[in-house]
């Protein structure tokens, strides 16, 4: 069965920390993505990659940055952590080529205090 | 021209009732339209999609509408059930191409009563 799996269901810190999310599939898949959602936006597409070490700015990676050493691993990085990040993140992964399903994890409820 | 307009943000419908959520493109170059469904706690999960080249496809009481001409698409619930109730997006397949890069609607809530 497809799985898409995010360290964490809920996560709390303070303004300032470096945050990790790390998300992990186990497909196969060459793509790739984070997303935030928030009420009312949708899902905004922070970061994505196509492959192990490439990595493509989404529509809103402002504060955030990202790392794929493997091709199962995708990690978000929040340098330093502020309160307008607080959030749920979704990890998502697709095989490469138009129009592949995007399967996606549980999402990570991050709140910044 | 890279923003898909969704409508309404939230929707009412009785047990047995049509739901209706419509979506919005600008960019022409957009050729496949994605809709996911989402139940709280989870993450969004791949309901149903179309290309531009027929204007309906149905699976089950799901159904999209595609109008080009338009630029236009919307689902259609038939006999909505309660378990129904979720998030509903729309997408629309950007310029990344093999990338895979979609671009979302806002979202509608759907709560369908019994």
């Known amino acids: 069965d497809v799985k898409v799996t995010q360290s964490s269901r809920y996560l709390v810190k303070r303004t300032g920390e470096k945050v990790f999310l790390e998300c992990v599939q186990d497909?196969?898949?060459?793509?790739m993505f984070w997303y935030r959602q928030d009420p009312g936006l949708g899902l905004r597409l922070i970061y994505f990659?196509?492959?192990?070490?490439m990595k493509e700015k989404g529509d809103i990676p402002e504060g955030y940055s990202v790392s794929r050493e493997k091709k199962e691993r995708f990690s978000l990085i929040l340098e330093s952590a502020s309160t307008n990040q607080t959030s749920m993140y979704l990890c998502?992964?697709?095989?490469w080529g138009n129009g592949n399903e995007q399967f996606f994890g549980p999402g990570t409820r991050l709140t910044v205090l | 021209q890279q923003q898909v307009k969704q409508s309404p943000q939230s929707l009412i419908v009785q047990k047995g009732g049509i739901s209706i959520i419509n979506c919005a493109y600008e960019?022409?170059?957009?050729?496949?339209f994605p809709w996911y469904q989402q139940f709280p706690g989870k993450g969004p999960a791949l309901l149903i999609a179309?290309?531009?080249?027929?204007s309906e496809k149905k699976e089950g009481r799901f159904t999209i509408s595609f109008n080009k001409s338009a630029k236009q698409f919307s689902l259609h619930i038939m006999d909505s059930q309660p378990g129904d109730s979720a998030t509903y997006f729309c997408?629309?397949?950007?310029?990344?191409?093999?990338?895979?890069?979609?671009?979302f609607g806002t979202g509608t809530l759907l709560a369908v009563q019994p």
């Open positions: 998502a992964s697709s095989l």
């Open positions: 497909m196969d898949h060459e793509n």
């Open positions: 990659s196509y492959d192990v070490k």
């Open positions: 960019n022409t170059a957009f050729d496949y």
């Open positions: 179309i290309r531009p080249d027929v």
């Open positions: 997408a629309a397949m950007g310029d990344g191409g093999a990338t895979n890069k979609l671009i």
